[in-house]
């Protein structure tokens, strides 16, 4: 059996009860070391085989888990935050398919969640943005049409984008492109939720100048959006002349 496990978004006691349980009963654990904080594989039993997915290619992961298989071992596939969001795993699910080895996906904490904790703030604030768009720049890997930064600014929501800590200049000029006024806020959150988090909060004009002089071109996360501004209206849900299934309204 093989148990896609999401790692949380840094900090090792973020991991959920069930990752947790599963790192512990591993045979095998297959972790992405480059994104993954190692100090979660202390959950591991002695004896626990290890392997860096940095440093190998599909081929590579799906053999491990092909082995452990039939020597009836249990894998852990650990994935940074949560697996479902840039963690490539249908392509090995796909594959796993294909062998007629059973998986599952225990999901994490993603880092998009690790950065509002780090910010204390809200993506989805009434009057401002009801919508986050996660998303990420055409780089290297390119991005379906109609889902460049500047088609997606264009909505005015909050933005999350991954992967694109390098290309702050440009993801700058799509932004604006976009739609959002040179003025809005932004904040870059740098390994969230990790021992050596950093915040560094701009506008979109000045992304790039603010990523430049932290010297921050990866493992960092751009916030897009009014939500980081101080303006917002009131929750209804908690509004004492608003009627709920469970209160009335005052009068």
């Known amino acids: 059996m093989v148990h896609f496990v999401g790692a949380g978004c840094g900090a090792a006691d973020l991991i959920t009860l069930r990752g947790k349980r599963l790192l ?26 290890f392997h860096n997915s940095a440093k190998m290619h599909l081929d590579e992961v799906i053999s491990v888990m092909e082995n452990a298989e039939k020597q009836d071992k249990m894998t852990v596939r650990l994935h940074t935050g949560d697996p479902s969001v840039y963690g490539a795993i249908r392509e090995q699910m796909d594959r796993l398919d294909a062998l007629g080895i059973a998986y599952d996906v225990c999901p994490g904490v993603s880092s998009f969640c690790g950065a509002a904790a780090a910010l204390c703030a809200e993506y989805t604030l009434p009057g401002v943005s009801q919508t986050v768009i996660l998303t990420r720049m055409a780089g290297r890997t390119p991005v379906p049409e109609g889902q460049e930064i500047s088609a997606l600014a264009s909505h005015h929501a909050t933005m999350v984008i991954f992967l694109s800590a390098a290309m702050t200049e440009e993801l700058s000029a799509q932004l604006m492109a976009g739609g959002y006024r040179p003025e809005t806020p932004v904040a870059i959150v740098y390994k969230a939720t990790w021992a050596d988090e950093q915040v560094h909060r701009c506008t979109v004009a000045t992304l790039a100048e603010t990523a430049k002089i932290h010297g921050i071109y990866k493992h960092a996360l751009i916030t897009v959006g009014d939500f980081l501004g101080d303006e917002h209206e009131l929750s209804r849900l908690y509004d004492a002349h608003f009627e709920t299934e469970f209160r009335k309204a005052s009068p």
Do not use: W
Not at 24 to 49: F, M
């Open 24 to 49: 512990e009963e591993a045979d095998v654990i297959i972790y992405a070391g480059s994104l993954v904080n190692e100090e979660l594989l202390n959950y591991a039993k002695a004896g626990c085989e």
